[in-house]
């Protein structure tokens, strides 16, 4: 397949590298320094047991119309670059082109093929003028589920701290022919990538731990295990899931594991930054709507209370508006 990667980070980084060295034609669509990288070294994996994967036969473009029509589209970017993105992202498309959400929080596409009561109903937190869902054609969504935990530690260069699974998901449920071949290539990439028939309740399970640990790591500086063995970060982050489930259950959500499941996961990744303190200490914007300001947008429209939610968002939201207009970034220096 031709996969096109949209987001040169630390996930696209991963998937494009393995994806490559399995066989598949992989084009990132990068910029500046991972543009010239890329171009000039391939893609580098930093393996957990010290060991290292080269992708030297990836190509980055600037220009998605240098990439042609493409099998598959990968969005790897924060939710709220994509926006900016879409212009340029129809030049990747053909008639039978996968564009596939690896976005963490919230997606636009939520209440698209769902059924129900909210059926085509527009998130204004994540896609306030529904350029997104008018410019990608619903037809073309795969959701997935972005699982492991990387970081890209300089251009054209990733380390993965762990995991390997991404699953996927026709927004209507189905096992269509077209989602067991992406899963097909994905595992021959060595990475699990099992088909859900149920995306949105297996999306709620990873927003579960985004909505609290990230916008508290983003305020306190904490890792994920300082965040978990601190008992009143523990009891915060539990009562924001506590409301977030609530939400979740009124849209009909099954959460298939439970709060403390959820809380010892996030515990056993160990000393991580979250990907929300990594962009408080880069000075990069905040991507506080998909992950936050949509469970509270949901939370309005199902009608449920969410008090601590609201007062942590209120509180990320200054922090990012402040580091935004002073153009700053925000990381603890050593005394």
């Known amino acids: ?11 696209g980084g991963y998937l494009g590298t393995r994806l490559s060295l399995a066989g598949e034609q992989v084009t990132f669509i990068a910029r500046n320094r991972n543009l010239a990288a890329i171009n000039a ?30 099998d598959v589209v990968l969005l790897t970017t924060k939710a709220h670059q994509v926006r900016e993105l879409l212009p340029g992202l ?48 619903v037809e073309r969504i795969i959701g997935s589920i972005v699982y492991p935990a990387a970081e890209l530690v300089e251009p054209g260069v990733v380390r993965l701290v762990e995991g ?16 067991e071949a992406l899963s097909r290539s994905l595992m021959a990439a ?25 916008p508290i790591s983003a305020l306190t500086h904490a890792t994920l295990e300082e965040i978990c063995r601190f008992p009143a970060s523990r009891t915060l982050a539990v009562r924001m899931m506590e409301e977030a489930q609530a939400v979740g259950t009124k849209l009909g959500v099954e ?7 959820r809380i010892a996961g996030a515990e056993s990744v160990g000393a991580h930054k979250t990907s929300m303190l990594q962009d408080v200490e880069h000075g990069r914007t905040l991507e506080l709507e998909a992950l936050v300001g949509s469970v509270v947008e949901l ?15 209120a509180a990320a939201s200054l922090l990012g508006k402040t580091l935004d207009a002073r153009g700053a970034r925000l990381a603890p220096t050593p005394a």
């Open 1 to 11: 397949m031709k996969f096109a990667i949209v987001g040169a980070g630390a996930i």
């Open 41 to 70: 070294g391939g893609f580098r994996l930093l393996l957990p047991d010290g060991t290292t994967q080269h992708a030297p036969g990836v190509r980055a473009v600037n220009d998605p119309a240098e990439a042609g029509p493409q």
């Open 90 to 137: 129809r030049a990747l498309f053909g008639s039978e082109t996968m564009v596939v959400t690896m976005i963490n929080g919230v997606p636009w596409w939520y209440f698209q093929r769902l059924g129900g009561p909210w059926e085509g109903r527009t998130l204004a937190s994540v896609d306030p003028d529904g350029a997104l869902a008018a410019g990608i054609e």
């Open 164 to 179: 390997n699974r991404f699953s996927l998901g026709e927004l209507d449920g189905q096992r269509t022919a077209r989602v």
């Open 190 to 214: 060595r990475f699990k990538a099992p088909v859900s028939r149920d995306i949105r309740s297996e999306l709620w399970v990873k927003l579960w731990g985004n909505l609290s640990f990230n």
């Open 255 to 261: 959460f298939k594991v439970s709060l403390e499941q």
């Open 299 to 313: 939370a309005r429209i199902t009608e449920t209370p969410t008090p601590t939610i609201d007062a942590i968002y």
